[in-house]
């Protein structure tokens, strides 16, 4: 029997966390203590995969349940960017807030803060959080990053721009619904700001008696990593195993907050948004097996930006006590755009109407026992070689073809050389997972498949095509850039105080 609609939904979001770093799938040392105990209770996804990989393009895919070819959103916003996510694109938040829910979302963003693309005009009725990464400006405390940020300048200092990959003219807001309540930001307590308000509200919205949609776009594992305290297991002793731990404590005490008074009727959803950036060395994440061997001989990364395993395959989990089984492991073929379906069709509510979708629904995977997911996924290009939003690689059941490699920058500064691959190369998942060896264009087995991945890429190019298509506004213009006192070096202000949900907005009527 598949679960009652209208149940309440939480997701969460990591950034930059590779498929390698989640202890339950591959990390020898133990920083995911609550993750693996919310695997060892629910279900574990080994062939998940987001629809980009960069931060911009894939959260738009999770929240519309479209490839960026359609939504529009193929590269990053800017801290100067006017537009965002396009207005006539809907979101999940917007269909469920139709169906009556009550949605937030808490973290980062990063699908436009100006005007109109701003989260509480794209269907939150709350948010708290930074509007895009959180490198993006300066602070007091800045945390570890490669190469090393400065801290903002003082009030009485111009900026100094000693670094140029860093930002020191504005320093990075942290928002309350359209305000500021602190900039620059106090990276050392965003955890805990992030627990407090996720944990407040779930108490309100249990205690309201309406279900609710909670959106947590984590800032980690996205550099810098705050500077908290290490462990004293020496395998652990190092920034990234420190920032796992934060991490994975925050998701712990809002596990334990749904545990504690929404368990029955709570559905979670653990994901990352791509996979580890491969140039910050000691400071990104593990791809696991997945490393992209025949990249990394070339030169240059196989992880974020690219279409390699490394940059995609992310860890996901999902737990609904009584609901998913538990200790289970899928190895269905799934993606970040199956959220919305799956979660639009959870709630009773209907699909927009209109346009076309990537995703399906994986109630059958989650509740059904059911073992296959897609056929077929499309990749697009995130930054490296190649156009932005391209669909330059194929997955074919376990087969997968490059039509172009290279462009992003490894630990090493090298930047593998932009190839064009025209026949593709075709690797054979099954029986090389670090996608090492490509298979012989003159075999048979190159030869059965070839035909079948143009067929699946022209199929979408038609459908896309044919589909009806957003722009997303890539203008700049330095007068958006969110700033609190701009009479003040880098835009400083005094933090103000933060609502209490229980005097807040009148969302829960």
Known sequence: MSPCCAQPVFLRSCDDMGWGDLGANWAETKDTVNLDKMAA????????????????PSRASLLTGRLGLRHGVTHNFAVTSVGGLPLNETTLAEVLKQAGYVTAMIGKWHLGHHGSYHPNFRGFDYYFGIPYSHDMGCTDTPGYNLPPCPACPPGDRS????????YTDVALPLYENLNIVEQPVNLSGLARKYAEKATQFIQHASASGRPFLLYVGLAHMHVPLSRTQLSADPRSQRPYGAGLREMDSLVGQIKDKVDRIAKENTFLWFTGDNGPWAQKCELAGSVGPFTGSWQS?????????????????????????????????????????????????LAGASLPQGRHFDGLDASEVLFGGLQTGHRVLFHPNSGAAGEYGELQTVRLEHYKAFYITGGAKACDGSTGPEQHHEPPLIFNLENDIAEGVPLERGSAEYQRVLPKVREVLADVLRDIADDNISRADYTQDPSVIPCCNPYQVACRCHATEQTDFSTSRNIWK
């Open 41 to 56: 209770e629910g279900m574990r996804f080994v062939d998940f995969h987001t629809a980009a990989s960069t931060c911009s």
């Open 159 to 166: 900026s100094r721009n000693l670094e140029r990959a860093c």
């Open 297 to 345: 001989h070339q030169g240059g990364s196989p992880a974020k930006q690219t279409t390699w395993e490394g940059g995609h395959r992310v860890p996901a989990l999902a737990y609904w006590p009584g609901r998913i089984p538990v200790n289970v492991t899928s190895t269905a073929l799934l993606s970040v755009l199956d959220i919305f379906p799956t979660v639009v069709a």
